[in-house]
């Protein structure tokens, strides 16, 4: 869906589709230069990445595999609480793998935090991470992201994978949430 099928629920459109469809395709020039001549794995963490790692994976002009993991960070509310669960781990082993990790938001950056660590120990010759969207001011901890979509401002953001209490996952472009919705 568009953010004009839902309108009431959203104050404005902060990413067309047609601009994150541009940015992924640059970023995906960048990962094939920097990856070039090495095998490269590509890790989605679930729900959220579902929308970029699979428009993402599609645009990369070479070979890739992909794998997911699903943590759970802050369930329905608004606030991440920095308490991570692995509920579903990789299937493959990252010995020797040059790993780069996909994710829709670095917001407080506790997940991607605690997630990369979770990998690097796993001997991987790499870990990476490449994120559509970054929220600065939001920022707990520093993220060392090497690719980075689109800094935005901190409000709260659905679509294209983001969602609220599981809605709005499925909006093609990146809206701001009103907030007679969660408040
Ligand atoms: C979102 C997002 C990141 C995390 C970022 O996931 O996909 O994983 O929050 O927040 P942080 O930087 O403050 O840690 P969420 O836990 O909402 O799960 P979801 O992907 O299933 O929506």
Request: proline residues 2%.
């Amino acid at each position: 869906m568009e953010s004009a099928d839902v309108a009431n629920d959203l104050t404005e459109v902060l990413l067309t589709e047609q601009q994150i469809r541009d940015r992924i395709a640059a970023m995906c020039r960048e990962i094939e230069r920097d990856y070039e001549g090495r095998d490269l794995l590509l890790i989605g963490v679930l729900k959220g990445a579902v929308m970029v790692m699979a428009d993402l994976a599609r645009e990369l002009k070479r070979d890739v595999e992909m794998d997911w993991m699903a943590v759970s960070s802050y369930g329905a509310g608004t606030q991440s609480s920095g308490v991570v669960r692995i509920v579903k781990d990789l299937d493959t082993d990252l010995a020797g793998r040059h790993v780069l990790i996909v994710e829709d938001i670095v917001d407080s950056g506790l997940t991607l935090s605690w997630l990369r660590s979770n990998l690097q120990s796993r001997g991987p010759a790499s870990v990476e991470i490449c994120a559509l969207l970054r929220k600065p001011e939001a920022a707990k901890i520093e993220i060392d992201a090497r690719y980075v979509g689109f800094e935005i401002p901190n409000a709260f953001v659905v679509g294209y994978g983001l969602d609220y209490a599981e809605r709005y996952r499925n909006l093609r472009d990146v809206s701001v949430l009103a907030p007679h919705v969660y408040a």
